[in-house]
Nanobody
Framework: QVQLVESGGGLVQPGGSLRLSCAAS????????MGWYRQAPGKQRELVAK???????NYADTVKGRFTISRDNAAKTAYLQMNSLKPEDTAVYYC???????????????WGQGTQVTVSS
Protein backbone atom coordinates (compact mmCIF):
# COMPACT_ATOMS: atom_id res chain seq x y z
CA GLN A 1 0.00 0.00 0.00
CA VAL A 2 1.30 3.42 -0.99
CA GLN A 3 0.78 6.53 1.10
CA LEU A 4 1.47 10.14 0.20
CA VAL A 5 1.67 12.67 3.01
CA GLU A 6 1.50 16.34 2.05
CA SER A 7 2.41 19.33 4.17
CA GLY A 8 3.11 23.02 3.85
CA GLY A 9 -0.21 24.51 2.85
CA GLY A 10 -1.80 27.47 4.55
CA LEU A 11 -2.85 31.09 4.29
CA VAL A 12 -0.48 33.60 2.70
CA GLN A 13 -0.78 37.16 1.44
CA PRO A 14 -0.47 37.97 -2.26
CA GLY A 15 3.18 38.09 -3.23
CA GLY A 16 4.14 35.66 -0.50
CA SER A 17 5.69 32.21 -0.65
CA LEU A 18 4.89 28.70 0.47
CA ARG A 19 6.70 25.39 0.14
CA LEU A 20 4.73 22.17 -0.19
CA SER A 21 6.20 18.76 0.57
CA CYS A 22 5.01 15.29 -0.38
CA ALA A 23 6.54 12.20 1.16
CA ALA A 24 5.78 8.81 -0.34
CA SER A 25 5.96 5.57 1.61
CA UNK A 26 4.88 1.98 1.32
CA UNK A 27 5.31 -0.64 -1.39
CA UNK A 28 6.53 1.48 -4.27
CA UNK A 29 8.15 -0.46 -7.07
CA UNK A 30 9.37 2.57 -8.98
CA UNK A 31 8.45 6.25 -9.20
CA UNK A 32 8.58 7.51 -12.76
CA UNK A 33 7.11 10.94 -12.09
CA MET A 34 6.04 13.07 -9.16
CA GLY A 35 3.74 15.99 -9.56
CA TRP A 36 1.43 18.54 -8.06
CA TYR A 37 -2.13 19.20 -9.19
CA ARG A 38 -4.63 21.69 -7.86
CA GLN A 39 -8.38 22.08 -7.80
CA ALA A 40 -10.16 25.33 -7.11
CA PRO A 41 -13.86 25.45 -6.16
CA GLY A 42 -16.04 24.82 -9.18
CA LYS A 43 -13.09 23.98 -11.41
CA GLN A 44 -11.49 20.81 -12.69
CA ARG A 45 -8.27 19.47 -11.24
CA GLU A 46 -5.30 20.75 -13.23
CA LEU A 47 -1.63 19.98 -13.47
CA VAL A 48 0.61 22.51 -11.75
CA ALA A 49 4.04 20.93 -12.14
CA LYS A 50 5.60 17.54 -12.72
CA UNK A 51 9.11 16.17 -12.44
CA UNK A 52 10.31 12.96 -14.04
CA UNK A 53 12.90 10.53 -12.74
CA UNK A 54 15.58 11.99 -15.00
CA UNK A 55 14.92 15.51 -13.74
CA UNK A 56 12.86 16.84 -16.65
CA UNK A 57 10.09 19.17 -15.52
CA ASN A 58 6.76 20.42 -16.84
CA TYR A 59 4.90 23.46 -15.58
CA ALA A 60 1.50 24.96 -16.23
CA ASP A 61 1.86 28.25 -18.09
CA THR A 62 0.15 30.05 -15.21
CA VAL A 63 2.93 29.17 -12.76
CA LYS A 64 6.06 29.27 -14.93
CA GLY A 65 8.71 31.49 -13.42
CA ARG A 66 6.99 31.50 -10.02
CA PHE A 67 6.85 27.84 -8.95
CA THR A 68 9.68 25.33 -8.82
CA ILE A 69 9.28 21.59 -8.42
CA SER A 70 12.07 19.39 -7.11
CA ARG A 71 12.46 15.88 -5.75
CA ASP A 72 14.67 13.84 -3.48
CA ASN A 73 14.70 10.38 -5.02
CA ALA A 74 16.29 8.69 -2.04
CA ALA A 75 13.70 10.15 0.33
CA LYS A 76 10.84 9.64 -2.17
CA THR A 77 9.83 13.23 -1.54
CA ALA A 78 8.70 15.98 -3.86
CA TYR A 79 8.66 19.69 -3.15
CA LEU A 80 6.85 22.63 -4.69
CA GLN A 81 8.31 26.05 -3.97
CA MET A 82 5.68 28.66 -4.70
CA ASN A 83 6.74 32.30 -4.94
CA SER A 84 4.90 35.46 -5.92
CA LEU A 85 1.61 33.84 -5.02
CA LYS A 86 -1.59 35.29 -6.43
CA PRO A 87 -5.21 34.98 -5.26
CA GLU A 88 -5.91 32.80 -8.31
CA ASP A 89 -3.45 30.24 -6.95
CA THR A 90 -5.95 29.50 -4.19
CA ALA A 91 -6.89 25.82 -4.39
CA VAL A 92 -6.47 22.42 -2.83
CA TYR A 93 -3.11 21.09 -3.96
CA TYR A 94 -2.72 17.35 -4.48
CA CYS A 95 0.46 15.35 -4.71
CA UNK A 96 0.62 12.64 -7.36
CA UNK A 97 3.10 9.91 -8.15
CA UNK A 98 3.03 7.66 -11.19
CA UNK A 99 4.84 4.38 -11.65
CA UNK A 100 4.43 0.68 -12.37
CA UNK A 101 3.61 -1.88 -9.70
CA UNK A 102 6.14 -4.33 -11.11
CA UNK A 103 8.27 -5.24 -14.10
CA UNK A 104 6.30 -4.95 -17.30
CA UNK A 105 3.21 -3.64 -15.56
CA UNK A 106 1.44 -0.43 -16.62
CA UNK A 107 1.84 2.72 -14.54
CA UNK A 108 -0.68 3.63 -11.88
CA UNK A 109 -1.46 6.91 -10.16
CA UNK A 110 -1.32 7.51 -6.42
CA TRP A 111 -2.79 10.62 -4.82
CA GLY A 112 -2.33 12.47 -1.59
CA GLN A 113 -5.21 13.75 0.51
CA GLY A 114 -4.68 17.36 -0.55
CA THR A 115 -3.54 20.47 1.24
CA GLN A 116 -5.30 23.83 1.15
CA VAL A 117 -3.46 26.88 -0.16
CA THR A 118 -5.23 30.20 0.29
CA VAL A 119 -3.80 33.44 -1.07
CA SER A 120 -5.62 36.41 0.37
CA SER A 121 -5.00 39.74 2.03
Amino acid sequence: QVQLVESGGGLVQPGGSLRLSCAASGSIFRIDAMGWYRQAPGKQRELVAKIFSGGRTNYADTVKGRFTISRDNAAKTAYLQMNSLKPEDTAVYYCNIKGPTGWGRPPVDYWGQGTQVTVSS
